[in-house]
Every structure is written in C-alpha cells, then in structure tokens.
C-alpha cells in the first residue's frame, strides 16, 4: 500500500507540473502555513538540525520579518489563528480563547462548537459539531473569495478543528480536520454534506495507521541536540507515562484497556489520538496537504486560490515535552524536512514564481517553570483553584453568601451578574473588590477589570494588549495577568502559557517565492499585518474588522 501510495504521488506530481517564464501579476495560488507554538528563537535554535531546503530556504530566498508579534493578550492558539487571517485582534474578532465562559448557556463554550451541525465522515458525532459562526469578522479568504464572486478557492487543514474553521473563515467550502476516533479526515454539515471522492480515497489509504506503525527515534544522536536538556530530565510529562527515545507508536497507540478503552474507543485497535504527539501527524498534514493541491487543482485557473495549513503537533509534543526538550527540537527536525518536500513539490506542481507563501505560528511558549527554578531564575506555578475558592469564601464574608462567582476561564473570572442584579448592588465595585483581592497571590502581576476595559483607552504596555485581547460580549469580569515566568496550573496536569510577554507572542514570519524579494526586515511588525499585506498585494478589500497595516517595506522592494 505504501509503495502504490508514493507512486501515485509522483505520477500526479510530475504530470501537473509548469514552468513559467514570467511572473504573472498575481500570485495562482496563496499558502499560509501556520507551525503552532513555534517560538521566533527556533530558527536560531534548532539551526544546526535544519537542511537547507525547508526553513533555511525561505529565509534566504524570500523575507524573514525578525521582529513579529502578536499584540494581545491572552495569546492561545485559537486567538492567534483567528487574527493571523482576519488582520485583526480579539477586542474584534471575538475569539477570545480556545474557551470561553457563556452566560445564556451557563456553560464553557469552544469556540468552534456549533449544536446546529454535525459531522461528515469519521466516526465521532460530536466532532462534526463545528462552524466558524463565532467568529465576527471577515477574512482574507472571505474577502478573497467576495472578490472573486466566489471562484477563488479556498482551503483549510489542520488536525485541530479550531485552527481549520477559523482559518478556513465564512465563506471556504474545503474545511478538515482530524478525527480522533477514527484517524481520518473529517468536515461539518456546515460545508457540505458528504465527503468527496478525493478525501474518502486518502482516508481509506489507512496513512493514520501507517504512520502509527512507526517507532520514533532521534533524527540524529543525542548529542548533536546542543540546545535541549538531555534525554532523560524532570521536567517533562512524556507519552503515557514514557521520557525518553524511542517512542513505539505502535505499543503507544494501543487502546486503553478496561472502561476507559471502551469508552474512547470501542470499535478501534488504535487510539488514533496519539499521532497528534508525534511528528509523524505532521508528515500526516503535508500528505493531505498536497492530495489537496492536486485533486482540487489548486493555482490551475485565473482566480488566485488560496490553501491554509496548520501544523498541530509541535504544539502536542511542546506540550507533553517542553521547548528544551530533545523531542521538540526533533520533531522540529522532521517538520523542517517535511516542509522541504513540501516547497519542492510546490514548485513541481504549480512553480515557485505562481505561488505566494507565508510561514508564521499561532503563539509562541514560555519555558517549564520548573526548570526555570532550578536554574534560579525566577518562574512558578498559579494555581487557579485555589485562587478561585478563597476570592469565593472572600466576597461571601464582604456581601453575603452567594454564588458570586459563576466561572473561571482563560484567566477571567465570571461573577454572577443577574445575582448582583437583583442584590442591586453595583457591578464595579465588586469587580474592583475582587481584582484587589486577586493581586495578593503568589505569581499575580497585576489584575484589570471589564469595567476599566470598556471606559479607559490603554494606549500602551501590557494593559494594552489586555485590552486588545477584550471582548465585553465573552471576556470576564477581571483578568488576571501572571509575572513572567509564571504559568497556570489547570486541572490535572495541565499547564498553560498564554501571556503577553515576549516568549508567548514572538513568532516567526516568513514569506516566500511569487516577488518575494530576499531581504531582512528588523523593525517591529504585527501579525494582523498579515491580512491587509495580502490584501493590498491583490488590489482587493481588506477584512472588514483588519486593524493591521500593509508591510510597505515588504511591498516595495
């Protein structure tokens, strides 16, 4: 199977390949490649792991922007996909997280959640559940397609359903992510009601299980990893249980045994989950990724086309391992010799001078605070439970007992308003009790109120991208902002990094080939200059929320 799978590769390949001899005046097809949670340092990082094709090869052949931050706070991977497309920041777009807390339906809402849809194709009803109507903007593909009346086509792939909806915007009809339940590619009856032939074809090439087949070793040996911790180090949370090489994801990718198995995955001899946590999933996107190109005939028309890929894992393996870890710098590795193959067959299949690609990432990460400890410098744990119960015994002891808080999400506290309502007593002063009472804990930096959101214009430092983070129909009463270093304690062993410091919102960006000069841009630019910078390069509306300018300096050249 593997074998007739690449033949078949290399004979589409090859037949749809062109040259052109000239630069047309505009590009055929747009690709936006988003690597989650990749830090900006990487790329000085991981250097000596890297060939010369993948990264390495934009960056001397297009324009690497040095300095490109997400100006928001809190930054997630949700957030950050959403403004990477809409040019604008979540006081706008309204993605505010990858959760929220929702008053009418007393509940924390996903933010691509949809009880109106269902799935297409895979075998989870509930992961079909989805459509990018929380979303209130426009998007470059959106208005790309407005431009076009609706000829321009527009895809979106990643494993994470957020990163796919949310790129993918209003108006895109080719919408996948991944199932977990059964290791295929899977859309929502919000796009269509069947898959199409091309995608029931890839997913019936089993790649899932070929992938999870596979053992994961170090790339290279471990002590060509300079730049990580060594193998076997505390600090890391590891696949069920397991730290260090080699990872046999066909032991690992067994089904738990007892309730739980039968639970999650009754009819399967996989857990098709695992292969989020390796870089195997990635090579799984760029596969789909390229069926895509060829099966949809990407660039093959006079409208400008335009594909979104989300590479999920190094966010998955990040998570589990750490950014110092030898398993991050590996997957890195790999991911760079997947996208390597990647930009040759773009330039096989479409020609380099057709195609216009940027490379940017959703967030970045802060380090484990306990490593950062152990090295003394100064990092730490919040832990939002406690913190939560004692605001909870606090205001019952200043205004009665009440439910005064309703929920905790995203670093936001919910209160209770139809009870504050009815008390009548006032708002702000409650938010302002319990932002005072929240600063006193370990790891606090400082603590806004909704109510200073919504009347005073921060014009700088954090307090402005806590505002540029605000959105009053879905953020909390009071944000709290934790001291750098310092990260938050979920339930289990969940920790969370989403600040507004430099580990957190320095991200690479990167463009490439159609007149994409060779050149080097120090000064600062922001991510929502993504959108409007496409824009202007095809002479069409921006997104109707954008609050990011054009890259002159990229433009121009």
């Known amino acids: 199977m593997r074998k007739q799978w690449i033949l078949l590769f290399f004979v589409l390949w090859v037949s749809v390949g062109i040259t052109c001899a000239e630069t047309p005046p505009k590009p055929k097809l747009i690709i936006g490649i ?34 490109a931050f997400h100006n928001y706070f809190p930054t997630q991977s949700a957030s950050g996909h959403a403004t990477i497309v809409t040019g604008s920041m979540p006081q706008y777009h309204g993605i505010i997280g990858d959760k929220w807390y929702g008053y009418l339906k007393n509940k924390e809402i996903f933010c691509t959640e949809d009880e109106n849809e269902s799935s297409v194709g895979g075998a989870s009803y509930e992961a079909g559940k989805m459509s990018p109507r929380n979303l209130f903007t426009t998007t470059f593909g959106d208005e790309l397609r407005l431009s076009s009346q609706l000829r321009s086509k527009v895809v979106s792939i990643s494993m994470d359903p957020a990163a796919a909806i949310l790129s993918g915007g209003h108006t895109a009809k080719e919408v996948y992510w991944y199932d977990d339940a059964s290791g295929e590619w899977i859309t929502s009856t919000y796009y269509k009601n069947g898959l199409d032939l091309w995608v029931r ?23 060509a990893y300079t730049n990580s911790l060594n193998d076997s180090n505390p600090f890391e949370t590891g696949i069920n249980g397991q730290s260090t090489f080699p990872y046999d994801f066909q032991t690992i990718s067994k089904p738990a045994s007892g309730v739980l198995g039968l639970l999650n995955n009754s009819k399967n001899e996989r857990d098709y989950a695992k292969l989020r946590m390796s870089p195997m999933g990635n090579s799984f996107t760029k596969d789909f990724a390229v069926s895509a190109i060829l099966n949809l005939e990407l660039g093959k028309d006079d409208d400008t086309d335009y594909l979104l890929i989300s590479f999920s894992s190094l966010r998955a393996i990040g998570d589990l391992f750490g950014p110092s870890s030898i398993e991050v710098a590996d997957a890195f590795a790999r991911l760079d010799e997947d996208l390597s193959v990647f930009l040759r067959f773009v330039d096989e299949a479409i020609g380099k001078d057709n195609v216009l690609i940027y490379l940017t990432s959703d967030q970045g990460v802060s380090e484990r605070p306990e490593y950062l400890s152990s090295v003394n410098l100064p990092a730490g744990v919040f832990s939002s439970q406690s913190a939560v119960s004692l605001l909870k015994s606090y205001l019952n002891i200043m205004y009665g007992e009440g439910e005064w808080v309703k929920s905790y999400s995203n670093q936001q506290i919910y209160l209770n308003h139809l009870l504050i309502e009815d008390k009548k007593m006032d708002l702000e002063k409650i938010q302002n009790t319990a932002a005072q009472f929240l600063l006193q804990f370990s790891g606090v930096s400082n603590t806004v109120t909704a ?74 630019v922001e991510i929502t200059d993504i959108a409007p910078t496409l824009s202007y390069l095809l002479g069409i509306s921006a997104p109707n929320a954008s609050t990011g300018k054009p890259m002159i300096t990229l433009i121009h050249q």
Request: aromatic share 12%.
């Open 34 to 67: 988003v690597v989650e949670q990749m830090r900006y340092d990487y790329l000085s990082r991981f250097d000596s792991l890297m060939g010369s094709g993948g990264f390495k090869r934009m960056i001397s052949e297009g324009t690497d922007c040095k300095n």
């Open 451 to 524: 109510s200073a959101l919504n009347s005073v214009d921060f014009t700088g430092g954090v307090l402005s991208t806590l505002q540029n983070g605000f959105h009053p129909k879905r953020s909390g009463d009071i944000i709290i902002n934790l001291l750098p270093g310092w990260v938050e304690k979920g339930l289990g062993t969940e920790i969370s990094s989403k600040s507004p410091y430099n580990y957190d919102t320095h991200v690479p960006l990167l463009w490439y080939g159609w007149r994409i000069p060779s050149l080097s841009i120090e000064e600062s």
């Open 201 to 223: 074809t890839f997913n019936e090439s089993k790649m899932a299980d070929f992938y999870l087949q596979q053992t994961w070793a170090p790339k290279f040996s471990l002590s």
